[in-house]
């Protein structure tokens, strides 16, 4: 049996299997992209909700595992050479798991390289652009007088789907296969036109590839699944 009672975090999250993979997180775009994925894998994992509305990834508990103050974060107890390994940033957990266990992600050296550059983008343009956009237009920057900002990055964010749409056409995924590419991606463009309630506003209905592809990738049993988890009692 590991143990993990060495990092603070599970003073707060207790370990109930602590032989499991432990995810601290929440079901926001980038909480999900871990949970489909461990889902997608089928390794065996430990939820635990991470209540951000209540500031809990501020707590010294949360801080000692994501300094960052941000989920997803996770705590392996079986990781590199048999020891515990934590780790935050969902970029970096997908990329982790999908070498622990060699799936969605190809063996091919240039492949594999090809599909990082995906996640990248998705890590440093999609999440923030789409992450604006849903400040601006749903909370509190709707009260903005300077609607310049909304404007600049709904023009990004259309920009940038104009990027997925033409890198989607005559493929069912970014890579060709299903990998963490999409993993990264289908929660983000979900919210988009989902909960920050933009679909109108990115003129996402004038896509074609996009939108085939986001149905099919909620169509998933593991990503329907890793949508609802953690789950919110």
């Known amino acids: 049996m590991a143990d993990l009672s060495a990092f603070p975090i599970t003073q707060r999250w207790p370990a109930q299997h602590p032989d499991r993979l432990q995810l601290y997180s929440l079901n926001t775009p980038n909480g999900v992209k871990v949970s489909i994925m461990l889902e997608e894998i089928g390794l065996p994992y430990e939820p635990h909700l991470v209540d951000i509305g209540a500031n809990e990834t501020w707590t010294p508990e949360f801080l000692s595992l994501n300094p960052n103050g941000k989920i997803p ?81 709904v023009t990004e964010s259309k920009r940038l789907l104009g990027v997925l749409e033409a890198r989607l056409e005559g493929r069912d995924w970014i890579m060709g296969d299903y990998s963490i590419a999409d993993v990264a991606t289908l929660g983000w463009v979900r919210n ?39 789950g919110r009692g």
């Open 73 to 153: 974060a996770i705590l392996d107890p079986d990781g590199p050479g048999g020891r515990p390994l934590a780790l935050f940033e969902s970029g970096a957990i997908l990329i982790y798991l999908a070498e622990k266990t060699g799936k969605l992600i190809p063996t091919d050296p240039a492949a594999r390289y090809k599909t990082l550059q995906w996640v990248m983008f998705q890590m440093a343009a999609i999440g923030p652009m789409f992450g604006q956009v849903g400040f601006f237009h749903k909370y509190a920057g709707r009260a903005y007088e300077d609607k310049r900002p909304l404007e600049r990055y």
């Open 192 to 230: 988009l036109i989902g909960y920050y309630g933009a679909r109108d506003l990115v003129d996402f209905d004038s896509l074609k590839n996009v939108p085939a592809w986001l149905e099919r990738g909620l169509a998933r049993p593991a990503v329907q699944r890793g949508l609802e988890i953690p």
